[in-house]
């Protein structure tokens, strides 16, 4: 996800600190980053080949890929959502445990706790029915299959409820 909204500005904070190989979807990155990392690797999250060759060498993963709906009241993208964010989440957590990834982290949606008046903690029950909610599932869905690799295998894994991205 590093062509992402998100993913280029991560970028941009680590690049410099760190070796990056970038994954990259159809929008690439700008010269001005992709010439700071050390590979790019040009595919789709859902692709288990472009994402074996991302993983070669790589000893931390950034997962900050997600598929985004137009429309987030449209039934129709529940199963792409579910595809991108939930089941391709559970793959590339898969195979970064099965090449001996040390650090992994999902940007999971910080959106998906219920309504309340103040503040979410990370106590608060998560219930993503009321607004975009199969993007929010598709998202909890991948958090959860992170999760139970983490308690299950060890898997060194953690998930971010990321929420309200905006801005540079």
């Known amino acids: 996800g590093a062509s ?3 993913g280029r500005h991560a970028l941009a904070a680590r690049v410099d600190r760190y070796d990056v190989v970038a994954m990259v979807g159809r929008r690439g990155l700008p010269d001005s980053l992709a010439g700071r990392c050390v590979r790019l690797v ?3 999250i859902r692709d288990a080949s472009a994402v074996r ?3 070669t060498g790589v000893t931390a993963v950034c997962h900050l890929a997600a598929r ?3 429309r987030h009241d449209d039934p129709l993208e529940a199963e792409p959502c579910v595809r991108a964010n939930a089941i391709a989440t559970l793959d590339l957590a898969r195979l970064s445990n099965a090449v001996g990834v040390r650090r992994f982290v999902y940007a999971a949606a910080g959106t998906v706790y219920a309504a ?3 503040p979410a903690r990370e106590t608060d029950a998560v219930y993503p029915a009321e607004r975009a909610t199969y993007y929010l599932a ?3 869905l991948g958090e959860m299959y992170v999760e139970h690799l983490r308690q299950a295998c060890g898997f060194p894994a953690v998930s971010l ?3 309200s991205i905006y801005g540079p």
Do not use: N, Q, T, Y
């Open 4 to 6: 992402g909204f998100l």
């Open 42 to 44: 040009a595919g789709d």
């Open 53 to 55: 060759d991302a993983l």
């Open 68 to 70: 985004v709906p137009a």
């Open 116 to 118: 309340s008046e103040g």
């Open 138 to 140: 598709s998202k909890l």
């Open 161 to 163: 409820r990321i929420s």
